[in-house]
């Protein structure tokens, strides 16, 4: 599986941004899709999560109310809304998907978003 992160940039606080994941590959092995950032001297954190099979999300008490993860299956491509932008949201986010019974994880290249106060 491959997955590349488009859409990231530099936004203003209270902004809104949205990122997108185009997976290629092996695609119908994908059990989990999700975003994870990471701030500089940060650990990485997830984001959100979208399961294929019935389409839960999971998010971070962090980012609830003001993102919104989906996926469209048609395109194997997963997106991220994010409004309501924070300096403290300002991270590198990374696409991941985890496949065939979550043995194998897999990561984008990661995108750079960055919100000024």
């Known amino acids: 599986v491959q997955l590349v992160e488009s859409g990231g940039g530099l936004v203003q606080a209270g902004g809104s941004l949205r990122l997108s994941c185009a997976a290629s590959?092996?695609?119908?092995?994908?059990?989990?899709m999700g975003w994870y950032r990471q701030a500089p001297g940060k650990q990485r954190e997830l984001v959100a999560n979208?399961?294929?099979?019935?389409?839960?999300?999971n998010y971070a008490d962090s980012v609830k109310g003001r993102f919104t993860i989906s996926r469209d299956n048609a395109k194997n491509t997963m997106y991220l809304q994010m409004n309501s932008l924070k300096p403290e949201d300002t991270a590198v986010y990374y696409c991941?998907?985890?496949?065939?019974?979550?043995?194998?994880?897999?990561w984008g290249q990661g995108t750079q978003v960055t919100v000024s106060s």
């Open positions: 979208i399961f294929t099979s019935g389409g839960s999300t």
């Open positions: 991941n998907a985890r496949a065939a019974g979550y043995r194998y994880a897999y």
């Open positions: 590959g092996s695609t119908f092995s994908i059990d989990v």
